[in-house]
């Protein structure tokens, strides 16, 4: 957990120095996904066992966006339970119990997000702006 920020920190500087400098809004949301999500695969999917890993890939598309894949070693969850969960019951973020509401964050940032069928992997797509328009695609 204490490396969490570090390595949000790390991937930040690698996409911007791939794609350019980004706009302050994809910034935070890049920011925001990336903790919730490695949170997420620490505290829930690998209890905190430190003899687990989480895998993290991150990359820029060809159309210039940004692509997360986050895996943990645990025993995953349902990804389309937990959505339509808080889609039925919740109209505020507020009202959500606190099991849930990171990967509805998380969601309602992203352009995609898909979770593989044992729940223990996310893949994220984002579409980014640039703070430069001339800004060089990888």
Known sequence: MSNVRFVVEELISCLQHNCGELCEEVLFDLKVILNEVLVNAIMHGNREDESKK???????????????????????????????????????????VENGRGIMIVKGLCDKVKVNKKGNKIIILKSIEKTHPSSKHV
């Open 54 to 96: 989480v895998k993290i890939d991150a990359g820029i598309t060809e159309k210039g966006d940004v692509f997360l894949i986050i895996e943990d070693e645990g025993s995953g969850y349902d990804y389309e339970e937990i959505c339509e969960k808080h889609k039925s019951t919740v109209t505020n973020v507020d009202d959500m």
